[in-house]
Nanobody
């Protein structure tokens, strides 16, 4: 059973940056495609970014492409989301998830990101 714990969220001004971390325990993430999702109040949870097993392929939602960068360190069992040029519409709870065979098996508890205007 893999446990995922996100950290790094907080309050930042428009244009600022944050780096989120997702630390795994209870198993290795090296066998999983890892993704970040977010959910703003009143909205559905939406995909933000994903990264393949080795980190060779990355995927982004159109709304964050060019501003966010997903990366992973399998040796540290951790996935990161570097968020730059933040906007108020990026305000949400951010979750990481581990996927195999197209199914998200494990989710973290989320970390709050608030971008002030």
């Amino acid at each position: 059973q893999v446990q995922l714990v996100e950290s790094g969220g907080g309050l930042v001004q428009t244009g600022g940056s944050l780096r989120l971390s997702c630390a795994a325990s209870g198993g290795t993430i090296s066998r999983y495609v890892m993704s970040w999702f977010r959910q703003a109040p009143g909205n559905e949870r939406e995909f933000v970014a994903g990264i393949s097993w080795t980190g060779g392929n990355t995927y982004y939602a159109a709304s964050v492409k060019g501003r966010f960068v997903i990366s992973r360190d399998n040796a540290k069992n951790t996935v990161y989301l570097q968020m730059n040029s933040l906007k108020p519409e990026d305000t949400a709870v951010y979750y990481c998830a581990a996927e195999t065979s197209g199914q998200y098996d494990y989710w973290g508890q989320g970390t709050q990101v608030t971008v002030s205007s």
